[in-house]
C-alpha cells in the first residue's frame, strides 16, 4: 500500500464549484505539504503544516484553504475554483527528526477547472 | 524571482551514455540540496541528495556534485538506462529547521536505445 495517498485522482469542476483534495499519510511524519506543478514552473508550495495545530502559507496560498484534520490527514480546498487553478496537486510528508528531511510525495490529483 | 534554476528543459542521450543534468541556485542560505525524478501519472520520487558540506556524493549510478562558489550541482547518470526518461526535478532547503524545499522548473530526460 502506498504510504501517502491522495483523493481524488482526477477531478472535472466548473467555475465557482467548492473542491477539497484530500491527503492521508501512514509514514508517521509530522510535518504535509500541498504543491501545485504547471508546466514549466516545477513544483510551488501552496500550504505547509509542521503539526496538527501549525498552518503556514506557502509561496502560492491565495484562493486556497487546508485543515490538518489529524497527523495524518492534511486537505487541500479551493473555495471558489477558477481556471487557472488548472494543474496537478501533490501532497507531501517529511519527517524532520531525519537526517536531510526528505519529502515523500504522493500520486497527485490531476485538476481541471471549466 | 527564481531562486532554483534548471535551464535545460530537455535533454537527450543514447543509452549506456552518461547523462548531467545541471541546477543553479542564488540563495547561499540553502544548507541541503535533492533530486527527484517523476515519471507520468506519478509522483516524484526521492533520488539522491548532498547536504552543502560535501561536494560529492554517490549512490550507484547517480552522483551530485556540489561547487559551492558557483553556486550549480550537478546530477551524473552513468550508464544511462532507457528506464532512466523521466522528469528530473532539483530541490534546496533553506537553512534552519523549516523543511521547506524551493524546486527548480524541471528538466526532461529521454534515453533512447
Known amino acids: 500500500d502506498a504510504d501517502v495517498t491522495q483523493t481524488p485522482r482526477n477531478r472535472i469542476t466548473k467555475t465557482g464549484k467548492r473542491i477539497m483534495l484530500e491527503c492521508s499519510q501512514t509514514?508517521?511524519?509530522?510535518?504535509m505539504y500541498w504543491y501545485r506543478q504547471d508546466p514549466g514552473l516545477g513544483l510551488q508550495l501552496i500550504y505547509y503544516?509542521?503539526?496538527?495545530?501549525?498552518?503556514n502559507k506557502g509561496e502560492i496560498s491565495d484562493g486556497y484553504s487546508v485543515s490538518r484534520q489529524a497527523q495524518a490527514k492534511f486537505s487541500l480546498s479551493l473555495e471558489s475554483a477558477i481556471p487557472n487553478q488548472t494543474a496537478l496537486y501533490f501532497c507531501?510528508?517529511?519527517?524532520?527528526?531525519?537526517?536531510?528531511?526528505?519529502?515523500?510525495f504522493g500520486p497527485g490529483t490531476r485538476l481541471t477547472v471549466l | 524571482d527564481q531562486q532554483v534554476k534548471q535551464n535545460s528543459p530537455s535533454l537527450s542521450v543514447q543509452e549506456g551514455r552518461i547523462s548531467i543534468l545541471n541546477c543553479d541556485y542564488t540563495?547561499?542560505?540553502?544548507?541541503?540540496f535533492l533530486w527527484y525524478k517523476k515519471y507520468p501519472a506519478e509522483g516524484p520520487t526521492f533520488l539522491i541528495s548532498?547536504?552543502?558540506?560535501?561536494d560529492k556524493n554517490e549512490d550507484g549510478r547517480f552522483t551530485v556534485f556540489l561547487n559551492k562558489s558557483a553556486k550549480h550541482l550537478s546530477l551524473h547518470i552513468v550508464p544511462s538506462q532507457p528506464g532512466d526518461s523521466a522528469v528530473y526535478f532539483c530541490?534546496?532547503?533553506?537553512?534552519?529547521?523549516?523543511?521547506?524545499?524551493?524546486f527548480g522548473q524541471g528538466t526532461t530526460l529521454q534515453v533512447k536505445p
Open positions: 507531501a510528508t517529511s519527517d524532520f527528526r531525519a537526517s536531510g528531511e526528505t519529502q515523500y
Open positions: 509514514k508517521g511524519h509530522d510535518r
Open positions: 503544516s509542521f503539526d496538527v495545530k501549525d498552518i
Open positions: 540563495n547561499s542560505m540553502f544548507d541541503y
Open positions: 548532498i547536504s552543502s558540506i560535501k
Open positions: 530541490a534546496a532547503r533553506g537553512s534552519g529547521n523549516t523543511g521547506k524545499l524551493i
